[in-house]
C-alpha cells in the first residue's frame, strides 16, 4: 500500500492504518529502537507509542514522507525512554 494511502485511512480514522503502517514499516521501526534501547520488550513499547502518537497527530498533521516521520518519532521516543532508565537519583 502506498504512503498517500495509508495517510487517508488515518484521516479516515480507519484501524487498519495501523495494521498498514505496521505491514510496511514494522521492522524499520522495530530495528531503529532496538538500536537505542536493546532491549527486545521495550523496542516494542516504544514502536507501539509509535502508532498511538501517529493515530494522535494524523489528522491535523500530513507528512510528505511517512517513513522519515515515523523514523523521528520512534527516535525520540526511544532516546527518552533510554535518558529515563538511565538517570541516576538527585539528592
Known amino acids: 500500500m502506498e ?3 495509508i495517510i487517508e485511512l488515518y484521516f479516515d480514522r480507519d484501524e ?3 495494521s498498514e503502517t505496521d505491514l510496511k514499516y514494522g521492522g524499520f521501526c522495530r530495528k531503529l529502537a532496538e538500536n537505542i534501547l536493546t532491549v527486545r520488550q521495550d523496542a516494542e513499547e516504544c514502536v507501539n507509542d509509535t502508532y498511538l502518537h501517529a493515530w494522535n497527530a494524523m489528522p491535523p498533521e500530513r507528512p510528505s514522507k511517512l517513513k522519515g516521520w515515523l523514523g523521528r518519532i520512534v527516535r525520540n521516543l ?3 525512554r533510554w535518558r529515563r532508565e538511565r538517570a541516576g537519583k538527585r539528592y
Request: charged share 35%; no cysteine; proline share 0%.
Open 16 to 18: 487498519r492504518a495501523i
Open 78 to 80: 526511544s532516546i527518552d
Open 3 to 5: 504512503d498517500s494511502q
